[in-house]
Each structure stands twice: as C-alpha cells, then as structure tokens.
C-alpha cells in the first residue's frame, strides 16, 4: 500500500490522460479511481471514474502476461465511496486470491490518498472479461470497463478479419441518481449506454457511438455487459452474428441474430460486414423500463465505410434464430465435471433463496460483509465454515472435488428474476439452463455467469475445486448483492495460505481501513 505518487508525477499523468483517455492501457498500467461530472445522456451527473472516462479504459494484454495494474484512489465524493477495490471479472486468479478483489471477501478496501498494486498473471486464459469495483453499489456509479486478453493461438482466428479496441461493445445501465441515494431497487434505469454513449426518454438527442465497418470485412465484437441490474437484447439490423465466445471459453460458431446478455456476461460474435453501404441500427434493449428505440434510444450506430453520417433509417424484425444458451457447445473440454447422471459429483447442494421485502437471503442467511475479510480469517488459522464469517454464508469445500451447485427458483422465492449468478475463480459447466428442463452432462455452456431463470426454473452447475482460496459466489444485479444475495465458497482451506502468498501492500490494507474515520469509507 503506497501513497500517492509524487505531483509532478501526477500532472504529468493528467495531462497525458487528454490524448490517451480513450486508448487500451494494460497489462501494466496506473489506474486513478476519481470523481468527475459526465453526461453520456446528454444530462450532467456527479461520477466515479477510471482514467477520467466512462466507461473506463480498456485493459487488454496477451495470454501469459503478468498484469500489474496500480489502482490509485483519489476519490473524494463520500456519497459515493472514497474507498475501492477493483475485481477483475472472470480471471482465475490462482495462487492470487488476494487481487481478486472483493470487500471484505479478498481484501480490505483501499483508502482514499492510497494506491494498490493488482499483480496477477494470466497463463491459461483469453478472451473477453471486464472490471468494476466490488465495494457496495460504487461500479453502478461508473467504475466499470472491458478487458481483453487476446490469445496468437485464438483457435477461431481464421473466422474474423478484425478484433481490436474498435470492436470491444460495452453495454450500460446508467442512473441519473447515484446508487447510494435512490431507491434500493430501481426499477429501471434512465438509459442505456453502449461504448458509454446513449440517450434517456424525454432527454436531448445527444450523440450515439458509432461502430465503423468495411464491407466485405469480417469483425470480432466482443460484446460485455457491464450491466449493475438490466439484462439487454442485443442485434444489429440487416445482421446475423456468429457465436464463438461465452464468457471467455471459446465455443463450437454457433449462427444467431440477436442475444440476451445478462449483467456480467460476455459473448464474441463475428459480424460479416456484407451488406449494402449505410447506416444499420444497433440495438440493446432493457428488459425494464423503455424498451422501445424512440428518437435513438437502447442504441448505437454500425456505420459502413462510405455512409452517410446520418442516423440510421433501418427498422427492426422480428428475430427468428435468438441465442439459446443449450445450443452453445465448448470447443474443447465439453464433458461436464463427475458423472453423466444426476448426482454424479462429490458434493451436490441447492441453494434455496427467499426476500423478506428488503434483504435476499441463500439457505436461511443474508450476506452481510464481515469486518475481517474471509481470506486473512483464513490467513489467521480459521479453517472450517463453524469458524468463519459471516456465519451462515461461507461454505468450505474440499479440494480436487467436484461440485454441483442448483439454484431453484419459484414465483415467490426471489422477486426480480432473473437473477444472473456470477462464481469467482471459476468458470462452471450449465448442466441444466434457464427454460429447460433437460440435464447435460456430455457438452454443456461453459461460462462464470449464468441467468437462474424463472419460476419453475432449477439451473443447475457444475465445477471442480482446483484453485485454493474464498471465492464469491453472487447474483450479479448489484442492487440484489448490496442486499445481501451472496454466499462465499472457501475453497480448501488447509492449501489456502500456502498457494496464496500475500503482498505486504495487501497486508497494510485493513489497519489502513480500519483507522478511517467512517466519512471516508
């Protein structure tokens, strides 16, 4: 943990940030967490931000690369949060707990005036991940952005001309009202951003991103949800894509012309630029609120080289081949972990949820964040889940098992369904999805987010413990988490300290914490 860099130092990074506030960063890279106005909407707001920009910038880097990503908190809005963490969505993080980055569950958040160093590496992964503050609602706030890691072995790579941060689509929610001072449950956003650009019902006709395409070139859109509640019905008029990446595991190309993508969730499609010269509408509907695309609305702009700079005048059809989550089939390793009958893992638990108008609650119990994170209780010698905190919602689990985790739903049990729910450190194979009733155990979606559906619903997964520490196991709604829908999984934990050696900066964050006056959490 070290205090902020020297001024000149500082100044020298601002001013570079007005020519490079919108280029990829990474795998090395500071990144200053501040608060800023912005209007992605056209109306002004009161924001948290990376790098100054909404969304924040993209981190990319190559599979293998160690990461060492500098978090300095500058932060001085309190309603918003002065203190952060940064999760980094969907890497493993073995042997790294500690930069996972959840309050209280991986580490101690960092104080305003501080600054955190993330260093992790990357050896077995590529694909399409993203990041956001893991303390309380702050990513709803703005702290929130894409990263890539790419692979020069990309086994689909003969499918796609281009892939680049030209063809990285962010998908947002956005609030008019910080997260801390609305309702506790919005019932829908005032707009949606797409490349952090949008327009909200009644507001100004502010400016839409625009994605610019060739003709006859083919494009890798790596699509990311950084949705804090709405899942979003993505298409682009006149197109189809092609599937070949859920969640960063490449899948068998699976042909579609729109997707449901819910908060956390990542999807590459291939988009063939292969129709006339124009302007095609991209849309990205809410599944509350607006659904419609009035006056430019949910959407942004697929320009083709050549068009004119106008607006879109394509109209929507009605989608004949939507994604269907049992269709996607993984490239390589489908097979589902245990046996191919129910029942056949080491270790099988439901999960069954209730609300009390408030607080969600899992097997009886509402997370509430413990004031020693789960990882240094464990660090501290508590081994088994009587020992650790909060009690009721840290589960252990033995290590080199496999697991089967179901997540019933009924009309009553969870109000705002669906739920997308997010496992760290892991993905899992969806052996039962959202909408089916079947059981597949040979080729099942592999991914680390997945919707639990609707009534009637029991989406069921599937995963094997290798990567030793607490790892969170979350609706990823945010509204829905700051409400208690959470449970942590500590994962052998006699290996956890021995696979996990802790930084003296990760070490000094909590007596940092702990000596803030309550004003600057």
Same mark, same amino acid.
């Given at each position: 943990?070290?205090k902020?860099?020297?001024?000149?130092?500082?100044?020298a990074?601002?001013? %570079?940030?007005? #020519?490079?506030? !919108?280029?990829?960063?990474?795998p090395v890279?500071d990144?200053?967490?501040?608060?800023a106005?912005?209007?992605p909407?056209?109306i002004?707001?009161?924001?948290?931000?990376m790098?100054?920009?909404?969304p924040?910038?993209?981190i990319?880097?190559n599979?293998g @690369?160690?990461?060492q990503?500098?978090?300095?908190?500058?932060?001085t809005?309190?309603?918003?949060?002065?203190?952060t963490t940064i999760?980094?969505?969907g /890497?493993?993080q073995?042997?790294?707990?500690w930069?996972?980055?959840?309050?209280?569950?991986n580490?101690?958040p960092?104080?305003s005036?501080? =600054?955190?160093?993330y260093?992790?590496?990357v050896?077995?992964?590529?694909?399409t991940?993203?990041?956001?503050?893991h303390?309380?609602t702050q990513?709803c706030?703005g702290?929130?952005?894409?990263?890539v890691?790419? @692979?020069?072995?990309?086994? #689909?790579?003969? /499918?796609?001309? $281009?892939?680049? +941060?030209?063809?990285?689509?962010?998908?947002?929610?956005?609030y008019?009202?910080?997260?801390r001072?609305?309702?506790?449950?919005?019932l829908?956003?005032?707009?949606v951003?797409?490349?952090?650009?949008?327009r =909200? &019902?009644g507001?100004? =006709?502010?400016?839409?991103t625009?994605?610019?395409v +060739?003709?006859?070139k083919?494009?890798?859109?790596?699509?990311?949800s950084?949705?804090?509640?709405?899942n979003f019905t993505?298409?682009?008029?006149?197109?189809g894509?092609?599937?070949i +990446?859920v969640?960063?595991? &490449?899948?068998?190309?699976?042909?579609?012309?729109?997707?449901?993508i819910?908060?956390?969730?990542? !999807?590459s499609?291939?988009?063939n630029?292969?129709q006339?010269?124009?302007n095609?509408w991209?849309?990205?509907i809410?599944?509350?609120?607006?659904?419609t695309t @009035?006056g430019?609305?949910?959407?942004?702009?697929?320009? !083709? &080289?050549?068009?004119p700079?106008?607006?879109? *005048?394509?109209?929507?059809t009605? %989608?004949?081949s939507?994604?269907?989550?049992t269709d996607l089939?993984p490239?390589?390793?489908?097979a589902?972990?245990?046996?191919p009958v129910?029942?056949g893992?080491?270790?099988?638990?439901?999960?069954n949820?209730?609300f009390n108008g408030?607080?969600?609650?899992i097997?009886?119990d509402t997370?509430v964040p413990?004031?020693?994170?789960?990882?240094l209780q464990?660090?501290?010698g508590a081994?088994?889940a009587? @020992?650790?905190?909060?009690?009721g919602?840290?589960y252990?689990?033995p290590?080199?098992?496999?697991i089967e985790?179901?997540?019933?739903? *009924?009309a009553t049990?969870a109000p705002?369904?669906? #739920?997308?729910? #997010?496992?760290?450190?892991? *993905?899992?194979?969806?052996?039962?999805?959202?909408g089916?009733?079947?059981?597949? !155990? +040979?080729?099942?979606?592999q991914?680390?987010?997945?919707s639990?559906?609707t009534?009637?619903?029991?989406v069921?997964?599937?995963?094997?413990?290798?990567?030793?520490?607490?790892?969170?196991?979350?609706c990823?709604i945010?509204f829905?988490?700051e409400?208690?829908?959470?449970?942590v999984f500590a994962e052998?934990?006699?290996?956890?300290?021995?696979?996990n050696? $802790?930084p003296?900066?990760?070490?000094?964050?909590?007596?940092?914490?702990?000596?803030l006056d309550p &004003?600057?959490?």
């Amino acid at each position: 943990m070290g205090k902020l860099q020297s001024l000149s130092t500082f100044i020298a990074l601002s001013l %570079s940030l007005s #020519h490079a506030a !919108y280029g990829a960063v990474g795998p090395v890279a500071d990144l200053t967490i501040s608060n800023a106005d912005v209007s992605p909407d056209g109306i002004s707001r009161a924001a948290v931000l990376m790098n100054g920009v909404f969304p924040g910038p993209l981190i990319k880097g190559n599979k293998g @690369d160690n990461f060492q990503l500098n978090v300095i908190d500058n932060l001085t809005n309190a309603t918003m949060l002065k203190t952060t963490t940064i999760h980094w969505h969907g /890497l493993f993080q073995h042997g790294t707990n500690w930069a996972d980055g959840p309050a209280f569950v991986n580490q101690c958040p960092i104080a305003s005036g501080n =600054s955190f160093l993330y260093d992790f590496t990357v050896p077995d992964q590529a694909g399409t991940f993203w990041y956001h503050s893991h303390l309380s609602t702050q990513y709803c706030d703005g702290l929130r952005g894409p990263l890539v890691v790419y @692979d020069s072995n990309d086994p #689909h790579a003969s /499918l796609y001309d $281009v892939d680049d +941060e030209s063809t990285v689509i962010t998908l947002a929610d956005w609030y008019h009202t910080a997260a801390r001072l609305g309702p506790a449950f919005p019932l829908s956003a005032d707009a949606v951003l797409i490349n952090g650009l949008g327009r =909200s &019902s009644g507001g100004p =006709s502010s400016d839409l991103t625009v994605i610019s395409v +060739e003709q006859g070139k083919r494009y890798r859109l790596r699509v990311v949800s950084i949705s804090c509640d709405p899942n979003f019905t993505f298409s682009i008029d006149g197109h189809g894509l092609t599937v070949i +990446e859920v969640d960063s595991v &490449s899948h068998q190309p699976l042909d579609i012309d729109s997707l449901q993508i819910f908060a956390g969730q990542r !999807y590459s499609v291939i988009l063939n630029a292969n129709q006339s010269v124009d302007n095609y509408w991209i849309r990205a509907i809410p599944n509350t609120g607006d659904i419609t695309t @009035d006056g430019g609305i949910n959407s942004a702009i697929l320009r !083709y &080289s050549g068009a004119p700079e106008i607006e879109p *005048t394509t109209n929507a059809t009605t %989608s004949t081949s939507p994604l269907v989550e049992t269709d996607l089939v993984p490239l390589t390793n489908a097979a589902a972990p245990g046996q191919p009958v129910a029942g056949g893992v080491d270790f099988a638990m439901s999960l069954n949820f209730s609300f009390n108008g408030s607080n969600f609650f899992i097997n009886g119990d509402t997370f509430v964040p413990p004031t020693v994170p789960v990882l240094l209780q464990i660090l501290s010698g508590a081994q088994s889940a009587a @020992d650790l905190l909060p009690g009721g919602s840290v589960y252990t689990l033995p290590s080199n098992a496999t697991i089967e985790i179901s997540f019933p739903v *009924t009309a009553t049990n969870a109000p705002g369904a669906p #739920h997308p729910f #997010h496992l760290h450190g892991h *993905t899992f194979s969806v052996v039962r999805s959202a909408g089916s009733s079947t059981y597949n !155990y +040979e080729n099942p979606v592999q991914r680390d987010v997945v919707s639990t559906g609707t009534a009637g619903d029991n989406v069921t997964i599937r995963f094997t413990t290798d990567n030793p520490g607490p790892w969170f196991l979350h609706c990823h709604i945010d509204f829905h988490l700051e409400a208690g829908f959470a449970i942590v999984f500590a994962e052998d934990t006699t290996d956890t300290a021995s696979v996990n050696s $802790v930084p003296t900066a990760w070490s000094d964050l909590c007596p940092i914490y702990n000596a803030l006056d309550p &004003s600057d959490h």
